[in-house]
T-cell receptor, first 114, second 110 residues
């Protein structure tokens, strides 16, 4: 079955450590996205990528970094510069971003920084 | 920037009652999408509306896009316990970037 795989499902890290969240899709989608979800805040866009080797900052990119070396993969690094990293992180993909199609979301990674 | 407001934030109903959530944008939208997120789950795409005044139905769910393309609604007829979850609207403007509302959490008392 085609879909998006996020790993791990739960992640615990000590304050000051960088951590990388994995996102892999086999849907052959061009566009990929990272969202952060906090209780009562909805989904906020961190970074997005329309094609390989290209990505743009979203609304809350500070303290995060991404790469898009392969079409299937869009890992997110939460750096020590992110002031409040504990959150639910969702990766999504879509056919293309020049016209909006529905997004397919992964099952998410719940990051807790202690 | 573009803002998408969604009301109510919470809605509790008795099973069998109807439910409606409303979405309003500060700018004219090119299209609007609706998603459902079950508790502990991830958002799942329900539908996209593109045309002014468009109405689409999926079984007990009715989706509307306003004439001015600045608002939308999702109406569920005769709610069931399986309808529990958070319903998000997401709109895109001229830059095609999708902006999500904060969602409406629906709980259903059996």
């Amino acid at each position: 079955d085609g879909g998006i795989t996020q790993s791990p499902k739960y992640l615990f890290r000590k304050e000051g450590q960088n951590v990388t969240l994995s996102c892999e899709q086999n849907l052959n989608h061009d566009a990929m996205y990272w969202y952060r979800q906090d209780p009562g805040q909805g989904l906020r866009l961190i970074y997005y990528s329309q094609i390989v080797n290209d990505f743009q900052k979203g609304d809350i990119a500070e303290g995060y970094s991404v790469s898009r070396e392969k079409k299937e993969s869009f890992p997110l690094t939460v750096t020590s510069a992110q002031k409040n990293p504990t959150a639910f992180y969702l990766c999504a993909s879509s056919i293309a971003s020049h016209y909006n199609y529905g997004y397919t979301f992964g099952s998410g990674t719940r990051l807790t920084v202690v | 920037g573009q803002q998408v407001m969604q009301i109510p934030q919470y809605q509790h109903v008795q099973e069998g009652e109807d439910f409606t959530t409303y979405c309003n944008s500060s700018t004219t939208l090119s299209n609007i999408q609706w998603y459902k997120q079950r508790p502990g789950g991830h958002p799942v795409f329900l539908i996209q509306l593109v045309k002014s005044g468009e109405v689409k139905k999926q079984k007990r769910l009715t989706f509307q896009f306003g004439e001015a393309k600045k608002n939308s609604s999702l109406h569920i007829t005769a709610t069931q316990t399986t309808d529990v979850g958070t319903y998000f609207c997401a709109g895109s403007g001229s830059n095609y970037k999708l902006t999500f509302g904060k969602g409406t959490l629906l709980t259903v008392n059996p």
